[in-house]
């Protein structure tokens, strides 16, 4: 975390700049403002400047059900052209491993298993449309479509202040959020590892396909974020083979074993004989590298067994045989790769040691390799001067990390390249979305039209001579007026989103076209999110 110009710690990642969410008086433009105390009377009459509702005193009583509902309902007669203003916004809510604490991360966590009814209580709140978690060991993010961005902001906060046990004042100091193309830029950033603490790491690619997997089988995420994770996974997937992030090692331990695997014939990589010495944090790094890279056995020295037994539960992908330290020796002799991870105070390992070893296979290349990550080191220097082994320490290794660092670096910058590609399209797709809208109400507008003209025909034509042949005929005649009316008007109103001038120029049309035909399609959406938002509540 760097510190801002206003002293502010900013949290900062490839392509924008995630901001906590600030106290009052540090930045009150990102935090949400409060509702005015008249915003929802309880008594009197709410006037809204295109119509007016009696809202009657909220006895005591009231069930919070119906309490909601009437909320709704004064929200729809007096904030309708507030939103109609602008469309609903895309945010993303949360904190990661860049601004919180684990102790804060641990409460804030929501488990897989509880991911559908956390979205339930989300699209429950009253300025939110869609919602969807992303909760894993590193971070807790909320995604939501909100019909108001600060009163959808707050409500979040919250919810999430309730669900946690934190109070909103505490978890302003880490929490940051983001609008639009910052939300959506951050999503695909997440996707594509660029704000992992591994830079490139494939985990998280995973867990942002669980999210959609998750809602697939539950109540669905809704049309927005639906797309915008799958677009997403796209982008991870495409930052992951186009760019290659993902290669090189950037930890010593994961440096240990892959310079392991680069000495040893690539035919033999994976049944060379592997022994780890040490069974803490960085011996388990270790023989997790190890699975992951396909070793499917390995042997394990250490002082006590809990320990290897613990590594044993957690990593289940690989063999874990355990042998106690009085038989370290003996099972340095039957190794090819010796990795070694102690708190020892002196060398484990001596030139004589070494040299009393018997000589490894030349499958393996006829060299012992011992991979030292200790500090201070396990193994002597004066076993660099043993023929038959080759030694490698702490400061070789992160000549191997660095390099692959500033690797990763220079991939993150072509990754941020496809991001932007990718963040057009989606863009461009919700863009779209604003004239279906007026393709319905003016396929209606003419529907009404002619069903009106239609019927005064048949009354002139009289019930005697309006036959079934005739009435077919005439009703046909009309739709198929109607319809090469409207199929240049319609057609005009359509784009996929991939290019940008057309997408301007249906925009155009579209707000021409509800200028000349009196749709007001604005003020018809607004109605209908709040009538779902209404009828959610009664449900």
């Known amino acids: 975390m760097a510190a801002s110009a206003s002293g502010l710690s900013t949290t900062s990642f490839i392509g924008a700049s995630v901001r906590p969410f600030l106290h009052k008086g540090s930045g009150d433009a990102l935090r949400p403002r409060s509702l005015p105390a008249n915003a929802f009377p309880n008594r009197g009459v709410v006037r809204g400047p295109r119509s007016e509702l009696e809202i009657t005193h909220l006895q005591d009583n009231t069930s919070s059900r119906a309490s909601s509902i009437s909320v709704l309902e004064q929200l729809k007669v007096s904030a309708a052209d507030r939103y109609m203003k602008e469309r609903s916004s895309i945010a993303v809510i949360g904190l990661s491993v860049h601004t919180a604490p684990v102790e804060m991360r ?8 509880q991911w559908p009814r956390a979205i339930g209580e989300l699209c429950s709140l009253n300025h939110i449309e869609e919602a969807a978690v992303l909760s894993t ?57 660029l704000d992992s603490l591994v830079l490139g790491e494939g985990q998280i690619l995973a867990q942002v ?28 997937k495409r930052v992951r083979t186009e760019t290659n992030i993902a290669s090189g090692a950037v930890s010593v331990s994961s440096a240990a074993v892959e310079l392991s695997l680069m000495k040893i014939p690539n035919s033999q990589s994976l049944s060379a004989r592997m022994l780890v010495i040490g069974a803490g944090k960085m011996g388990k790094l ?22 290897v037994d613990a590594i044993r539960e957690e990593i289940k992908e690989i063999e874990i045989i355990y042998r106690p330290f009085s038989e370290m020796l003996s099972s340095a002799a039957e190794a090819d790769v010796v990795f070694t991870s102690t708190a020892s105070d002196t060398p484990l390992f001596m030139k004589e040691d070494v040299e009393a070893l018997p000589q490894v296979s030349d499958l393996v290349g006829g060299l012992r390799l011992f991979l030292d990550i200790s500090v201070p080191r396990n193994v002597g220097s004066c076993v660099s ?36 590609e990718e963040l057009k399209r989606f ?23 002619r069903a009106a003209e239609l019927e005064k025909c048949f009354q002139k034509i009289g019930e005697d001579a309006l036959t079934k042949k005739i009435r077919r005929a005439v009703d046909d005649l009309s739709n198929g007026i109607v319809n090469k009316l409207l199929h240049g008007p319609l057609q005009h109103l359509r784009c996929d989103g991939s ?14 076209l509800n200028r000349m035909f009196s749709l007001d399609t604005e003020k018809s959406i607004i109605e209908q999110k709040i009538k779902a938002k209404v009828e959610k509540a009664q449900n």
């Open 106 to 113: 641990e409460k804030l966590a929501v488990p897989e298993a």
């Open 137 to 193: 060991c590193n971070r807790m993010e909320i995604y939501v479509v909100a019909l108001s961005w600060h009163r959808g902001i707050r409500e979040v906060t919250e919810w999430m202040s309730k669900t946690s046990g934190i109070p909103v004042s505490e978890l302003r100091q880490h929490l940051f959020m983001l609008r639009d193309t910052d939300a959506t830029r951050h999503l695909f950033q997440v996707s594509a590892g």
């Open 209 to 236: 396909k669980q999210v959609v997997k998750v809602g697939q089988g539950g109540r669905g995420l809704g049309k927005n974020v639906d797309r915008l994770f799958k677009d997403a996974i796209t982008a991870g």
């Open 286 to 307: 270790v023989i997790k590298h190890l699975a992951a890279k396909g070793c499917k056995k390995v042997v394990v020295v250490n002082r006590s067994v809990e320990r």
């Open 385 to 420: 001067g043993v023929e038959s082994a080759r030694v490698y320490n702490v400061d070789d290794l992160k000549e191997v990390v660095e390099a692959n660092k500033e690797d990763r670096l220079r991939k993150a910058m072509d990754a941020e390249a496809i991001i932007i």
């Open 427 to 449: 863009e461009a797709w919700r863009d779209s979305l604003e004239t279906v809208p007026t393709i319905k109400k003016l396929r209606s507008y003419a529907d009404r039209i």
């Open 499 to 512: 290019d940008s001038r057309t997408l301007d120029e249906t925009l155009e049309n579209m707000h021409a």
